[in-house]
């Protein structure tokens, strides 16, 4: 699997970003700005987005926060998750396309086996 070279900063900063009640704001910030991922940029990110860059800082740099990534992580690997998207539908993850089409056919047919 090849994973991003600042993914897991940017992990983190959407984990403190989390602690201030903006984990979904920070996390399409982060998604639409994929190449600025330095932590310069990360703690740009926090700022535009409002963030007591204090807490950010402090927060960013806590051992909690960073083993909560961690064990995030190795859940999605433990579960077969070898890059994003992954989704799961009833307990089982999806192979091949993830177009809006592919999703609704996974969908039905789990419903289908109930």
């Known amino acids: ?3 991003h070279p600042h993914a897991w900063r940017a992990a983190l900063a959407a984990e403190a970003a989390g602690a201030q009640d903006r984990f979904w ?3 399409d ?3 639409a700005r994929e190449h600025d991922l330095s932590d310069e940029d990360l703690r740009r990110h926090a700022r535009a987005l409002g ?3 204090a807490a950010y800082d402090r927060d ?3 051992p909690a926060l960073a083993e909560r990534v961690r064990s ?3 859940s999605g690997l433990h579960s ?3 890059g994003t998207p992954t989704f799961f539908v009833n307990g089982r993850r999806l192979e091949g396309g993830f177009g809006a089409d592919e999703l609704i056919t996974a969908i039905r ?3 289908d086996r109930r």
């Open 109 to 111: 047919a789990a419903g």
């Open 1 to 3: 699997m090849s994973q």
């Open 51 to 53: 963030l007591d860059l």
């Open 72 to 74: 995030d992580a190795l």
């Open 29 to 31: 910030h982060l998604l």
């Open 25 to 27: 704001a920070m996390h």
């Open 60 to 62: 960013i740099r806590e």
């Open 80 to 82: 077969g998750v070898l």
